[in-house]
């Protein structure tokens, strides 16, 4: 019963060079979403999926891309790494987007950006 | 702009002493709010939330939490602490129904001390 998976645990990347963030839930849930948490600044949403096939923006979307693959995978991906991204990534999901329902995380992924 | 403010960023405490981490948000017609435990190198875990009803409201490792709609708070206590609570605190509030528009606070990190 693994829950979220999120993968890798760890990346480094210098300024410019491009990478995905893969995420992974075994619990049929219909939303996901992305946040990235900063020192100081809690969890701040980058992009969600309310439904496999959608995806929307959320507080902090500029320098990201995702694709919500099938019901189980979300994807983030940095197309030109910056030294403001530098930090740890968070995928979570929810049976809906309604607040009745949980919302379950992964266990991130921290990100340096040199 | 809607806020969530978490008016400590770190409390210090003695095991078995009581604990109040404090949280205040911007006020609004209705609110919908949620307390989040992070232990270290994992992912957020719900400890109790506020949808309706009861103001008082009691959620997992013995902690509960009072929403105050005159004072825009909730409040999170546990009248004895144990080491294993040593963990960051994250208040958040919706203001829409769902989580797509959830907005956390910075976070408290408590620390216990034997």
């Known amino acids: 019963n693994a829950g979220v998976t999120q993968t890798p645990k760890f990346q480094v990347l210098k300024t410019g060079q491009s990478m995905t963030l893969q995420c992974a839930q075994d619990?049929?849930?219909?939303?996901m979403y992305w946040y990235r948490q900063d020192p100081g600044m809690g969890l701040r949403l980058i992009y969600y999926?309310?439904?496999?096939?959608?995806?929307d923006k959320g507080e902090v979307p500029n320098g990201y891309n995702v694709s919500r693959l099938n019901k189980r995978e979300f994807s983030l991906r940095l197309e030109s790494a910056a030294p403001s991204q530098t930090s740890v990534y968070f995928c979570?999901?929810?049976?809906?987007?309604?607040?009745?329902?949980?919302?379950?995380f992964g266990n991130g992924t921290r990100l340096t950006v040199t | 702009a809607q806020s969530v403010t978490q008016l400590d960023s770190q409390v210090p405490v003695f095991e078995e002493a009581p604990v109040e981490l404090r949280c205040n948000y911007s006020s609004s017609v209705s609110v919908y709010l949620f307390w989040y435990v992070q232990y270290p190198n994992q992912g957020l875990q719900l400890l109790l939330k506020?949808?309706?009803?009861?103001?008082l409201v009691k959620g997992i490792n013995g902690f509960e939490a009072e929403f105050n709609k005159s004072q825009t708070s909730f409040h999170l206590r546990k009248p004895s602490v144990h080491i294993s609570d040593t963990a960051e605190y994250f208040c958040?509030?919706?203001?829409?129904?769902?989580?797509?528009?959830?907005?956390f606070g910075a976070g408290t990190r408590l620390a216990v001390h034997p």
């Open positions: 958040a509030v919706s203001y829409s129904g769902g989580y797509n528009k959830l907005i």
């Open positions: 999926s309310a439904s496999e096939g959608t995806t």
């Open positions: 506020y949808l309706s009803g009861s103001t």
């Open positions: 619990m049929n849930h219909n939303s």
């Open positions: 979570a999901s929810s049976e809906a987007g309604g607040l009745n329902s949980p919302l379950h």
